[in-house]
């Protein structure tokens, strides 16, 4: 069983910044991939940025130059840097591990709950 935790999100003024993070916690698996998506309101769910087990990294057109996503693969945790942030940045977040166990064939996926940003003046 995983489990994934996030933290980090809130209300902030426009131009302002958050940092969300997301940790695994249960059993152990390898991890391949690690992402964010957002959903706003009457808006289908998004990604934001991906990070790869390689270290390639993705970012959506709307967040490039503004947002950075970094990892510590020691701790399970993803994070997101968002900088800059605008009010059509307001959704919520999701963190999503892509990983795999040693003694299962294929790949798992595990979703945070979500986490609230809104941007407002």
């Known amino acids: 069983q995983v489990q994934l935790v996030e933290s980090g999100g809130g209300l902030v003024q426009p131009g302002g910044s958050l940092r969300l993070s997301c940790a695994a916690s249960?059993?152990?698996?390898?991890?391949?991939?690690m992402g964010w998506y957002r959903q706003a309101p009457g808006k289908q769910r998004e990604l934001v940025a991906t990070?790869?087990?390689?270290?390639?990294?993705n970012y959506a057109d709307s967040v490039k130059g503004r947002f950075t996503i970094s990892r510590d693969n020691a701790k399970n945790t993803v994070y997101l840097q968002m900088n800059s942030l605008k009010p059509e940045d307001t959704a919520v977040y999701y963190c999503?591990?892509?990983?795999?166990?040693?003694?299962?064939?294929?790949?798992?996926?595990?979703w945070g709950q979500g986490t609230q940003v809104t941007v407002s003046s």
């Open positions: 990070i790869i087990s390689g270290g390639s990294i």
């Open positions: 999503k591990f892509v990983g795999s166990y040693y003694y299962i064939h294929g790949e798992f996926t595990y």
């Open positions: 249960g059993s152990i698996f390898s991890i391949n991939a």
